[in-house]
């Protein structure tokens, strides 16, 4: 093996998914614990915007300072270095998230056992199924009453898509939570409460007939526990790690975040199993990880929260080759040479200057404003990576200048928060008006509380009645030419003058599509 395979074979790079409190942010804080990289629980910070912020701007910025420090986790496990990527659980972020997920090789699916699947999961998942991400799903909070197993899997099978297969199982829940039996090591872990596990509680356990397993649960327990257990075997397909690297079958751990409870083997199974950075693909060719001309893409863009220090941080995922400090590198978009002086890694929630990073990690650049979301960085070759779309939004505003005295910086800041990511802007043919289109309500507020402090600029919206943006392509000029012309008052262009079409309800665009067959409607912005 090659220095440079040798690294790519060491790194595992996921990111955690969940609906809100289900419990992301105490199993990423547990797994770091393992990993040394934090001495303590309670020094990850969530940084969930929870419902209530909505109108407390302060505690969005705050929160958005918290997310610098762990949008990425590294840590190193046994012999592998892992990092974790982490995911805004608010459904306002969600096109955040998604970036995001076009970062990482595998995925955790974090399910609250008493809830079951909800919303914000199933869309995630929807996302990951489409890129054929391979994904682990774990259980939580078994320490209390929840849905039966069974139950649970059948819905995670229905709702989610997926075809599963129980790595563990559990023995009991809330007050009777006795533990889970280990299918995977075949060991049974015994549970106590309040994060007290230690190696002692798990036991080697190769055959469930053993009475001996009445002397550790009870009669009723381990008469329960075998005959689900041979139930899951009739039913549920083994582990193969093809069909769970092809992202068609998902291994599922039950336990308890809180209690570190059943941790240590979903990340023991994680690191066997995982992924090693995947081949990315671009425009031109795909791009294999132990190529040795370095490449990445930056998938996320985070402005400093100090007004007077205007730098952000451009996050880029290396996908071959690898990439060293202060070297020539290609930013493809704008045809330029540029060098990183101090390019940063992310130790847990430390910050540090890296002199190499491998394919597969994520290193931040500092940046003035000449980084957009989607960039490619090279060693020279021109490259495009795909599979970094914008999302059709869903929530419309026209924006307005509030200052006419502050017209440019106005502009400057509407371009640069939308290069960030952070809401797309749509220019009406008709009479240039500019439209802001987002996922979620919270980005409207953010948007003009950021303008005001960081750009100096006012802006007030004013309402639009509109259902969707889709993308719009044909193949025949002469008919594009004639929709466009015969639609002209729903069309605008965004921001890298794209054709798109405003729909002003599912009517109109139902209509639209049936007059004009020829078109493409498309509802991310890559197609
Ligand atoms: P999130 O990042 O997915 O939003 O979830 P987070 O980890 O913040 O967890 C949400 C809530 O669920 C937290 O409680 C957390 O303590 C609790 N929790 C996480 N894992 C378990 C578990 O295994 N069992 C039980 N019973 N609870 C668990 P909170 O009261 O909202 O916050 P906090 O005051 O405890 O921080």
Redesign the pocket.
């Known amino acids: 093996m090659s220095p440079l395979q040798t690294e790519i074979s060491k790194r595992r790079t996921f990111g955690i998914i ?11 804080e547990k797994l770091l614990l393992f990993g040394g990289a934090i001495q303590v629980a309670g020094a990850v910070k ?1 940084n ?1 915007i929870k419902r209530s912020a909505t109108s407390d701007f302060m505690e969005i910025e705050r929160q958005r300072g918290i997310s610098v420090a762990t949008s990425v986790m590294a840590f190193n496990y046994r012999d592998k270095k892992i990092n974790i990527l982490d995911t805004p ?1 608010h459904q306002d972020f969600a096109e955040d998230t998604f970036r995001t997920l076009t970062a990482v090789d595998s995925v955790i699916v ?1 399910i609250d056992v008493a809830k079951g699947v909800e919303p914000q999961t199933e869309k995630l998942v929807k996302v990951c199924r489409m890129r054929k991400t391979p994904i682990i799903v774990f259980i ?5 009453e929840g849905l039966d197993g069974f139950d649970l899997l059948d819905e995670i099978e229905q709702k989610l898509g997926l075809t599963v297969t129980p790595m563990s199982w559990p023995i009991g829940m809330g007050q009777r939570f006795q533990g889970v039996y280990n299918r995977y090591e075949q060991k049974l872990c015994l549970f106590s409460a309040h994060g007290k596990q230690t190696e002692e509680d798990t036991l080697e356990f190769t055959d469930l007939s053993n009475p001996e397993l009445e002397e550790y649960i009870g009669d009723a327990a381990a008469k329960e526990l075998r005959e689900e257990t041979h139930l899951i075997e009739e039913v549920y397909p083994q582990l193969d790690r093809e069909a769970y690297l092809e992202g068609n079958l998902s291994p599922v751990f039950f ?5 570190n ?1 059943g941790v240590k083997e979903l990340l023991d199974c994680f690191i066997e199993i995982a992924p090693t950075p995947l081949p990315r693909i671009t425009e031109e060719r795909q791009i294999r990880p132990d190529e040795d001309q370095f490449s990445g893409f930056v998938f996320k863009i985070h402005a400093n929260m100090d007004p007077k220090h205007r730098d952000r941080i451009a996050f880029l995922r290396i996908c071959s080759g690898k990439f060293e400090r202060n070297t020539n590198y290609l930013h493809v978009r704008q045809n330029r040479k540029l060098k990183f002086a101090n390019p940063t890694a992310f130790m847990a929630a430390r910050k540090s200057v890296v002199d190499e990073a491998f394919p597969g990690d994520i290193v931040g650049l500092y940046d003035s404003g000449n980084f957009k979301i989607g960039d490619s960085v090279t060693a020279g070759e021109v490259l495009h990576f795909k599979g970094i779309p914008s999302f059709s939004p869903e929530q419309f505003r026209f924006v307005n200048n509030a200052d006419p005295l502050k017209a440019k910086q106005l502009a400057k800041g509407l371009t640069q928060l939308m290069d960030e990511g952070v809401a797309q802007l749509f220019t009406k043919d008709l009479n240039g008006r500019k439209i802001i289109g987002t996922v979620g309500a919270l980005q409207f507020e953010v948007i003009q509380y950021r303008l005001k402090h960081e750009y100096g600029a006012s802006c007030t919206y004013e309402p639009v009645n509109l259902h969707k943006a889709c993308w719009v392509s044909c193949n025949d000029s002469e008919k594009f030419k004639e929709f466009r012309k015969r639609r002209q008052r729903d069309m605008a262009v965004d921001k890298d003058g794209q054709p798109v079409f405003l729909a002003e309800s599912a009517w109109t665009l139902k209509m639209a599509q049936e007059n004009f067959p020829e078109v493409s409607f498309h509802f991310q912005s890559e197609f």
């Open positions: 969940s609906h809100p409190d289900a419990g992301k942010t105490t199993l990423t969530s969930k659980g974090v939580n909070k078994l320490d209390r336990g308890s975040a809180i209690n409870f």
